[in-house]
């Protein structure tokens, strides 16, 4: 069974910092992009970043990057996401997802499989 499962979400101060897992079994890990994607309730599901497991290459969204990173441990078949100096307007439910291939991308009709979200909420 495919399971990508989300943690490290939670209720934190703005400026402070989170870091999210997604834990990936029931596929080949690196066969595999591994991205983050986040939604507000009643907004689109927007990119944040993804990671080739394979090769390490990185993607990101525009503004993403600065205060975002993602990283891959390979042995433990877990990607994980970095957010620092958060904004209440990183508040959302972030969700990890998987597309075959080892290119990085953040096209949500290209991931396979998805996780079921952790929310993160950023208050001031």
């Known amino acids: 069974e495919v399971q990508l499962v989300e943690s490290g979400g939670g209720l934190v101060q703005a400026g402070g910092s989170l870091r999210l897992s997604c834990v990936a079994s029931?596929?080949?890990?690196?066969?595999?992009?591994i991205a983050w994607f986040r939604q507000v309730p009643g907004k689109e599901r927007e990119g944040v970043s993804c990671i080739s497991s394979s090769s390490g290459r990185t993607y990101y969204a525009e503004s993403m990057e600065d205060r975002f990173t993602i990283s891959s441990d390979n042995a433990k078949n877990t990607v994980y996401l970095q957010m620092n100096s958060l904004k209440p307007e990183d508040t959302a439910i972030y969700y990890c997802?998987?597309?075959?291939?080892?290119?990085?991308?953040?096209?949500?009709?290209?991931?396979?499989?998805w996780g079921k979200g952790t929310l993160v909420t950023v208050f001031s």
């Open positions: 029931g596929f080949t890990f690196l066969d595999y992009a």
């Open positions: 997802a998987a597309s075959p291939g080892t290119w990085p991308h953040l096209f949500i009709g290209g991931m396979d499989y």
